[in-house]
């Protein structure tokens, strides 16, 4: 979930809070591609080239409006994100309604017996592996390609990129289009965990920003430790404390993190 915001604004400053919204909307597009009779993960990775074209558009017209002029950007980008994602929600709530959709596959429903009485349900190792082979696609992506060292490059130095022979605009396009083409993919894993509303996005804007932070802005094998790190604790603290305090081990991870090494687990 954390990776595609782990480039937009790790490595690019984007303040992009509507990639939550993003996610959900990736959710209830493989839903109703699951409703034809395709299988969850094929309906997310057919649904990542849509996601890239419409992150095209979406940050051509944020740069037309607002990174361009470069006048209270920070605060200016942030009100439009939030408008995108009030948008989304609300599309969402008027195309589907606001109760619980969910999709049926092989693999949901069914479990595989560790030892004993552990049991691993078949549809969290399936999300695991696919974001766990997504996860390190990209990093590889953005280490060994020209574009993925320009994408990781930009947002330090802009002026070097053009003596390069990169267009700092194009290469800023291309990788929020990237980061968007993910929420494709892991809306789809999050419709396989479980149940989705239009109104979820508002339970993965903190979580995510967390993960992206802790991580160390923009790393790739610091999202995925970060991610686990998370996840583990809210896991512990849901089952021996409650569920009332699960959505606090995000910022309180984060402050305890931040606190020690400001520059996040893998930041430099």
């Not at 790790?10 to 919204?21: E, F, I, K, R, S």
């Not at 997504?134 to 002026?159: C, H, M, N, P």
């Not at 968007?180 to 979580?207: E, F, H, K, Q, W």
Request: hydrophobic share 55%; aromatic share 12%.
């Amino acid at each position: 979930m954390s990776v595609g915001l782990s480039i937009s604004f790790g490595l690019l400053d984007v303040p992009h809070v509507a990639h939550p919204a993003f996610l959900v909307l990736g959710a209830y597009a493989t839903y109703a591609l699951v409703g034809y009779g395709m299988d969850p993960l094929v309906a997310g990775a057919l649904l990542m080239p849509v996601f890239f074209v419409f992150g095209l558009a979406v940050y051509q017209f944020y740069y037309l409006t607002f990174e361009r002029r470069g006048t209270d950007l920070g605060v200016r980008g942030i009100a439009f994100f939030f408008g995108i994602a009030f948008i989304v929600q609300v599309g969402l709530i008027l195309a589907f309604g606001v109760d619980q959709r969910m999709v049926e596959a092989d693999y949901i429903g069914t479990s595989i017996e560790v030892f004993g009485d552990v049991r691993i349900p078949q549809r969290m190792i399936v999300a695991f592996g696919v974001a766990l082979a997504l996860t390190g696609g990209l990093g590889l992506y953005l280490s060994k390609t020209f574009t993925g060292r320009a994408i990781k490059a930009v947002a330090q130095d802009e002026g070097a990129l053009r003596l390069m022979g990169a267009n700092p605009v194009r290469i800023k396009r291309w990788a929020f289009g990237i980061a968007t083409s993910t929420c494709a993919m892991a809306g789809a894993l999050l419709i396989i965990v479980g149940p989705v509303d239009p109104n979820l996005d508002r339970l993965y804007i903190g979580r995510t920003f967390c993960v992206v932070v802790l991580a160390g802005m923009g790393s790739m094998s610091g999202t995925l430790v970060a991610g686990i790190i998370l996840g583990v604790a809210e896991s512990l603290v849901l089952s021996s404390v409650g569920t009332a305090w699960a959505p606090a081990v995000a910022f309180g991870i984060l402050l305890a993190v931040l606190g020690v090494r400001p520059a996040g687990l893998f930041g430099r």
